[in-house]
Nanobody
Framework: QVQLAESGGGLVQAGGSLRLSCAAS????????MGWFRQAPGKEREFVAL????????FYAYSVKGRFTISRDNAKNTVYLQMNTLKPEDTAVYYC???????????????????WGQGTQVTVPS
């Protein structure tokens, strides 16, 4: 089974940018839909973005649309989350997730993903 490892988190001032990376232990290009989730203290894990196997489709949570961009480099087995114009409410642990399942709706729930990374902390002070 694939193993995922996030990196790139940190502390950034409001309005700043960060790029998160998720390195997979095997080729994910044709087999996995890749997603990013986040979990703030005291809150449930929430969907942030996903990218299809072919990279032809991306979907975003309303709260990050226009500020975050998900992409993947299948040659490097890596998925990225470029985060711009960060806000204090973006503070959370960010998780990379992968699924091999076929869905006929957009998989935005945690239970729809089988594989998870350990998470990386993003902090945007208010």
């Amino acid at each position: 089974q694939v193993q995922l490892a996030e990196s790139g988190g940190g502390l950034v001032q409001a309005g700043g940018s960060l790029r998160l990376s998720c390195a997979a232990s095997e080729r994910t290009g044709r087999n996995y839909v890749m997603g990013w989730f986040r979990q703030a203290p005291g809150k449930e894990r929430e969907f942030v973005a996903l990218i299809s196997r072919s990279s032809s489709n991306t979907f975003y949570a309303y709260s990050v649309k226009g500020r975050f961009t998900i992409s993947r480099d299948n040659a490097k087995n890596t998925v990225y989350l470029q985060m711009n114009t960060l806000k204090p409410e973006d503070t959370a642990v960010y998780y990379c997730a992968a699924t091999t399942r076929i869905y006929y709706t957009i998989p935005r729930l945690s239970d729809e993903y089988e594989y998870w990374g350990q998470g990386t902390q993003v902090t945007v002070p208010s």
